[in-house]
Protein backbone atom coordinates (compact mmCIF):
# COMPACT_ATOMS: atom_id res chain seq x y z
CA UNK A 1 0.00 0.00 0.00
CA UNK A 2 2.68 2.31 1.01
CA UNK A 3 4.85 1.35 -2.45
CA UNK A 4 1.51 2.56 -4.76
CA UNK A 5 0.76 5.54 -2.14
CA UNK A 6 4.57 6.66 -3.31
CA UNK A 7 4.23 5.73 -6.70
CA UNK A 8 1.17 7.68 -7.24
CA UNK A 9 2.42 10.88 -5.13
CA UNK A 10 5.47 10.31 -7.94
CA UNK A 11 3.43 10.78 -10.46
CA UNK A 12 1.69 13.57 -9.60
CA UNK A 13 5.07 15.64 -9.23
CA UNK A 14 5.95 14.87 -12.30
CA UNK A 15 2.84 15.77 -13.94
CA UNK A 16 2.94 19.40 -12.05
CA UNK A 17 6.57 20.09 -13.10
CA UNK A 18 5.71 19.16 -16.42
CA UNK A 19 2.87 21.10 -16.79
CA UNK A 20 4.32 24.50 -15.23
CA UNK A 21 7.55 24.40 -17.20
CA UNK A 22 5.47 23.55 -20.43
CA UNK A 23 2.22 25.74 -19.87
CA UNK A 24 1.62 29.05 -18.92
CA UNK A 25 2.06 32.14 -19.94
CA UNK A 26 6.12 31.86 -20.29
CA UNK A 27 6.01 28.05 -20.89
CA UNK A 28 8.05 25.93 -23.24
CA UNK A 29 5.28 26.23 -25.57
CA UNK A 30 4.38 29.51 -25.64
CA UNK A 31 8.04 30.27 -26.28
CA UNK A 32 8.09 28.14 -29.08
CA UNK A 33 5.02 30.17 -30.67
CA UNK A 34 6.54 33.38 -29.91
CA UNK A 35 9.67 32.28 -31.61
CA UNK A 36 7.76 30.45 -34.89
CA UNK A 37 5.98 34.22 -35.07
CA UNK A 38 9.26 36.01 -34.98
CA UNK A 39 10.93 33.58 -37.74
CA UNK A 40 7.73 33.93 -39.50
CA UNK A 41 7.78 37.44 -39.90
CA UNK A 42 11.69 37.74 -40.20
CA UNK A 43 11.12 35.41 -43.35
CA UNK A 44 8.26 38.10 -44.37
CA UNK A 45 10.48 40.93 -44.47
CA UNK A 46 12.83 39.42 -46.77
CA UNK A 47 12.47 40.92 -50.30
CA UNK A 48 12.95 38.40 -53.03
Not at 6 to 15: A, D, N, P, R
Not at 21 to 43: P, Q, V
Amino acid sequence: MRAMLMSMLLIIVVVTMYMSTTGGEEGTNERLAESGRRMSDSIARISP
